[in-house]
C-alpha cells in the first residue's frame, strides 16, 4: 500500500511562489509509479494539474500552469515535488498528490487512472 503525504501549502500573495513537496512510502518501486498532481478548488470539481514519467523525462501540464509550475521528482529519495511561479488567486485550491500503477507508458491526466492519493495541501493565493 502506497502512502502519500503532501507538504509545502500556505498562504501567499498574488506573483508569489511555493513549492509543493510529496513523499511517498510503502510502495514497491517507487520509479514503477507515474505520478501527478490534481488539485480541488471551492465549489469546483477536481482538476488535473501536471503528472511526470516514471523517469522524469516527460512532463504534462494543463494549460493554465503551463509556463508557471514544474513538476519533478527524485525517484532517489522518493519524492514528487511541484514549484510553483508567478501564483494566482485562481491557483487557490487543496493541491493532491497521486500515483498510478499502471504499465503503460502514458503520462495519465485522468484521476480515475491514478491508485493512489495523498491528503492534501492547502495553498491560498491573496490578491
Known amino acids: 500500500q502506497v502512502q502519500l503525504v503532501e507538504s509545502g501549502g500556505g498562504l501567499v500573495q498574488a506573483g508569489g511562489s511555493l513549492r509543493l513537496s510529496c513523499a511517498a512510502s510503502g510502495g514497491r518501486l517507487f520509479s514503477n509509479n507515474i505520478m501527478g498532481w490534481f488539485r480541488h478548488a471551492p465549489g469546483q470539481e477536481r482538476e488535473f494539474v501536471a503528472a511526470i514519467s516514471r523517469s522524469g523525462g516527460g512532463t504534462v501540464y494543463t494549460d493554465s500552469v503551463k509556463g508557471r509550475f514544474t513538476i519533478s521528482r527524485d525517484n532517489a529519495k522518493n519524492m514528487l515535488y511541484l514549484q510553483m511561479d508567478s501564483l494566482k488567486p485562481e491557483d487557490t485550491a487543496v493541491y493532491c498528490c497521486?500515483?498510478?500503477?499502471?504499465?503503460?507508458?502514458?503520462?495519465?491526466?485522468?484521476?480515475?487512472?491514478?491508485?493512489?492519493w495523498g491528503q492534501g495541501t492547502q495553498v491560498t493565493v491573496s490578491s
Open positions: 497521486a500515483a498510478s500503477v499502471r504499465l503503460g507508458s502514458y503520462i495519465l491526466t485522468l484521476g480515475s487512472d491514478y491508485n493512489y
